[in-house]
């Protein structure tokens, strides 16, 4: 069983910067990608950012030049540095993995419990 476990949310104000984690376990082979995504009250979930092994990380256009992913594969961990945050990108914030797990032949999608950021004087 493969859990993956984020922390690092909170409350920040307009410009402030906040520093996400999100832990991968159990029976792990190998990760192909980890990323964030996040869903804001009424809106569709979105990509934010994302690293696949052996390419570049992606940034959705908004975050470009303010958010950075980066991944410790030996912690099994992907973080996402937010900075000069808004008061729009309030919202839960979801860690997603592609993982094959030790015994199994294919690749399977897994999320976290989510994270709420909210930016708010």
């Known amino acids: 069983q493969v859990q993956l476990v984020e922390s690092g949310g909170g409350l920040v104000q307009p410009g402030g910067s906040l520093r996400l984690s999100c832990a991968a376990s159990?029976?792990?082979?190998?990760?192909?990608?980890m990323g964030w995504y996040r869903q804001a009250p009424g809106k569709e979930r979105e990509l934010v950012a994302s690293?696949?092994?052996?390419?570049?990380?992606r940034y959705t256009d908004s975050v470009k030049g303010r958010f950075t992913i980066s991944r410790d594969n030996a912690r099994n961990t992907v973080y996402l540095q937010m900075n000069s945050l808004r008061p729009e990108e309030t919202a839960v914030y979801y860690c997603?993995?592609?993982?094959?797990?030790?015994?199994?032949?294919?690749?399977?999608?897994?999320w976290g419990q989510g994270t709420q950021v909210t930016v708010s004087s």
């Open positions: 997603n993995a592609k993982i094959k797990e030790v015994g199994y032949v294919g690749t399977y999608e897994y």
């Open positions: 159990g029976s792990i082979f190998s990760i192909n990608a």
């Open positions: 690293v696949t092994s052996g390419d570049s990380p």
